[in-house]
Structures are given as structure tokens and as C-alpha cells.
């Protein structure tokens, strides 16, 4: 099929590709639809205008096989969601992945309390969709990132039995109070909450603690903060925080673990990546978002560790 100009395309309402060769569909986008940019081409996937074999996709990454056909459309669906705290990553009948805003909890611990939960309940229930919303993980209220939601029973049942088998890479980026003074490292502790539910962390096993293992990487560094990348062997209730204050570095904005240096209001901790096996046909599965912008403007000069 001839390729399209940027603006031929932008004339028509959809524009069908069959794809000739293993690539991946940003990469796709950029040479099939001539003229267009990379970040027109994030808008027209976030809208949710893009189809691969008639499947609605936002993965940026998604790997694309000969014979495929991608549909492109400029117009973004009346019944897409917006809400200024959960934005859909991707969607399938099994299961949906968002990307969640801080100050939205992941699900409510009362029937009052706002979650990004009933946002997606009540998405579904726009669009006439007979499922509802299945929490398999969670965020902290202030902590932004991605998350994985089952719109089913037997997709939950199957995430909850086979967790740490099907999801194989967590990450998290944090700015966190002054300058780290290792390259890298890992952290390990046993945690368990007092009776005023507030994560203590100990070498030993105080009773009843859990076993928690996280790993980070120095990013960027300045005298005053540093950009950490985090990965989780377990994951355990604000395990990142307790670590981060158990090694002399609290995360930026941390009202519970942190030492008061709260510089632009919110807790400056990200989950951007979450790599997992579809729990029903055991592909891999891909998603990451960019570092927050806020997160690097404590780092305008070049501070980056070297390798």
C-alpha cells in the first residue's frame, strides 16, 4: 500500500496499513504515515485512534508482525476516558493497564473515598461493558505510575495465585533528599507495621515482619537531591519509602518517611515501568511511561553518574 503523506492523511478519516516486516508500531507509524510527528503519533494512540487486527492499543512498543493490519484514525473515540487522574495505557477484555496521577488512591478503603477503581468502574459502565475493576496491585495515594487492573474473576484469581511469576520487572523512579553516595545497591530489611500502622524497618525478623529486597541505581546526582532508579525483588507496603530513610535518603515529598524537604508539593516517587506475561496467552507484555517533567527540573545541569 502506497504510503500516505502527512497531509493525505491528515484529509481522511482512517487510513488502513498492512505491516511488511517485524517492527514495532511507533517505529511503524513514523515510516508508514510520511510527515507525521512522533508526538502526533503518541496523541492519535493515547485517543485511542489506532487498531492492530481491529484490537485497540496505546502501546507504543507494541511488536508488530508481517501480515498485521493497522488501522489509523484521526478522530479519537467518543467513549474514551478522560479523567484528569487515570489515563488508559492499554486495553483488552482480560485486562487493563493505566497510568495513575498522585492524590487518587489505587481503591477505596470506604465506600466515600475516591479510587482510580470507581473511575475505571464507571468507565466500563459508560461504554455498557458487563465487568467491573479487579485490584491485583497497588499505588499509594501520592505515589504516580503504572498499574494493572483484571476485568474479570478468573483473571484476578490467576494474577493473585502466580504473581511474582507472571509480573518479572517493577520499576520506579524517585527523587530522593541529598547525594547518593554509591553507584548502586540493594537494600534488604524486614518490615512490619506498628500499632499505628506506620512500616518499621529491622535487620531480623521482629515477628510477624515481611522479608523485602529492593535494588536501585543512581541516575543523577546533585549536592541537595539524586535521581534513583528502583526495581523490586518483593513488594511489600511502602517498602521504597522505608528503604530510601533506611539508607539516609528519603524520597523527596514523603510526609510519613521523609525528612520534611518537600520542594514541589507531592511525593516524588514514579512507577514508570511494568513488564509482566499476559496471564491468559503468555505474552510478554511492555509498558513504560517517561520520568515525570517535575522530577527533572532538580536536574537541569549535567549531574549523570558515569558508568
Not at 513514523?30 to 492499543?57: C, F, P, Q, W, Y
Request: positive net charge; hydrophobic residues 30%; charged residues 30%.
Amino acid at each position: 500500500m502506497k504510503n500516505k503523506t502527512g497531509a493525505e492523511y491528515a484529509a481522511s478519516k482512517y487510513s488502513e496499513h498492512i505491516v511488511r516486516e517485524e517492527t514495532t508500531l511507533m517505529e511503524f507509524l513514523l515510516k508508514e504515515l510520511s510527515g507525521i510527528s512522533r508526538n502526533r503519533a503518541k496523541d492519535i494512540l493515547v485517543g485511542h485512534g489506532i487498531t492492530v487486527d481491529r484490537r485497540n492499543t496505546t502501546r507504543f512498543d507494541e511488536p508488530l508482525h508481517p501480515g498485521q493490519v493497522v488501522r489509523v484514525s484521526k478522530h479519537k473515540r467518543s467513549n474514551m476516558l478522560l479523567n484528569k487522574y487515570v489515563k488508559i495505557v492499554y486495553e483488552d477484555k482480560d485486562l487493563i493497564v493505566i497510568e495513575k496521577n498522585e492524590g487518587i488512591l489505587s481503591m477505596p478503603a470506604t465506600a466515600k473515598q475516591y479510587s482510580a477503581k470507581q473511575v475505571l468502574d464507571e468507565y466500563f459502565q459508560k461504554r455498557h461493558f458487563k465487568c467491573t475493576a479487579h485490584t491485583v496491585h497497588r499505588l499509594d495515594r501520592e505515589t504516580s505510575g503504572l498499574m494493572m487492573y483484571a476485568k474479570n474473576r478468573e483473571i484476578a484469581q490467576i494474577l493473585e495465585d502466580n504473581w511474582h511469576d507472571i509480573v518479572f520487572d517493577r520499576r520506579y523512579v524517585a527523587v530522593v533528599s541529598g547525594q547518593m553516595e554509591r553507584e548502586g545497591g540493594t537494600i534488604e530489611s524486614w518490615l512490619k507495621d506498628n500499632k499505628a500502622y506506620i512500616t518499621y524497618s529491622s535487620p531480623e525478623d521482629p515477628g510477624g515482619g515481611k522479608y523485602s529486597i529492593t535494588h536501585y541505581h543512581t541516575l543523577k546526582t546533585t549536592p541537595r537531591c539524586s535521581l534513583v532508579e528502583l526495581k523490586l525483588e518483593t513488594g511489600r507496603k511502602n517498602q521504597i519509602r522505608v528503604h530510601m530513610q533506611d539508607i539516609g535518603h528519603p524520597v523527596l515529598g514523603d510526609r510519613k518517611y521523609g525528612d520534611g524537604n518537600d520542594p514541589i508539593g507531592r511525593l516524588c516517587l514514579h512507577a514508570y515501568r511494568l513488564d509482566f506475561y499476559h496471564p491468559r496467552t503468555g505474552e510478554v507484555m511492555n509498558f513504560e511511561t517517561p520520568f515525570p517533567r517535575e522530577f527533572m527540573k532538580f536536574f537541569t545541569t549535567n549531574n549523570e553518574i558515569t558508568e
